[in-house]
């Protein structure tokens, strides 16, 4: 496992690909699997305002030119949103850039993403957002389109969050499909009921389902693993065994099954549903 100061290296090295000069975007996604997202969204802010310490970083925070919007609840309100807007109204004292993070950016609700999109969509020339997540497919969709996109990953599979038995399961869950394509339904020994009957476990497992997927097709693209380094042999599988359009359509059943499981609707039907949809069989509804 790399030390934190290893991270930042590798971090900025990655930095130089992203912040041009006279050309910085209003707005970045970092998709990451570091603990310390905070830390990357400073060494951005130091790279785009070429500081060199984070003193620097401090005396932005001083100024109120940096603003950090984040929830020990599930959810950031409206509310939050509506309080940096007002105070972002007004230039900057020191004619500086003005940023604002908003850390573990999927706790936004719906009421805070539609009024941050607004303001979003209007941006201020001296405004500079940064949102941090672990994953992107809990962001509004309207939302990651209006940023740039930083992905940086550590190699481990266990980011997520699951022992070495659960990673396992998911990826034998997708060789069922791969394999048995819609007859997958029939091998109800792979797929743990039990587990995906619980609704949390489900919108994780499927969430876990688009990382495998778009690993897939970022390596038929640049033959490169981000979120399953470890797992390059069975990434490399699944590509192999898929066109680049049949791999984004099972992106698109995922997440069509992701916005379904918000209804509360039967799971176990759910994830028939997505089976024979990832086979490639056309559902008329």
């Known amino acids: 496992m790399m030390n934190n100061n290893e991270i930042i290296e590798k971090f900025n090295s990655l930095m130089e690909k992203y912040i041009k000069k006279n050309h910085i ?45 984040n929830s020990e609840t599930n959810n950031i309100k409206s509310e939050e949103i509506e309080n940096l807007k007002e105070k972002y109204k007004t230039k900057s004292t020191n004619n500086n850039k003005r940023f604002y993070i908003i850390d573990e950016s999927e706790k936004l609700n719906d009421f805070a993403s539609n009024k941050l999109l ?11 957002a940064i949102f941090l997540t672990e994953n992107k497919n809990k962001l509004l969709k309207t939302i990651i389109s209006r940023c740039q996109l930083i992905r940086f990953f550590i190699p481990t599979d266990r980011f997520l969050g699951y022992d070495e038995e659960t990673v396992d399961y ?39 389902l688009l990382y495998i997927y ?31 359009d049949q791999l ?9 099954c992701i916005d379904i499981l ?23 509804e």
């Not at 390596?219 to 981000?226: F, S």
């Not at 984004?248 to 069509?256: E, H, L, R, T």
């Not at 609707?265 to 990832?278: A, C, E, G």
Request: no cysteine; net charge negative; charged share 30%.
């Open 214 to 244: 778009d690993d897939a097709l970022h390596y038929k693209t640049i033959n490169k693993v981000e979120y399953f380094p470890l797992r390059e042999e069975k990434i490399k599988y699944i590509s192999d065994n898929n066109t680049s």
């Open 118 to 128: 607004k303001f979003l969509e209007e941006p201020e020339d001296d405004v500079v």
């Open 262 to 284: 918000k209804y509360n609707p039967n799971i176990k039907l759910l994830i028939d549903k997505l089976i024979i949809m990832m086979s490639g069989v056309e559902i008329h």
């Open 170 to 208: 998911m990826f034998n869950f997708v060789k069922n499909i791969e394999e048995n394509k819609e007859d997958a339904i029939a091998y109800q020994n792979i797929i743990d009921s039990k587990k995906l009957s619980d609704r949390l476990f489900a919108q994780e497992f499927l969430n876990n």
């Open 248 to 256: 984004k359509n099972k992106i698109s059943s995922i997440n069509y």
């Open 25 to 69: 975007n209003h707005a970045y996604l970092i998709e990451t699997n570091v603990e310390d997202k905070i830390s990357l969204a400073y060494e951005l802010i130091k790279k785009i305002m070429s500081f060199d310490t984070n003193s620097s970083i401090e005396e932005l925070r001083k100024n109120n030119d940096l603003l950090i919007i």
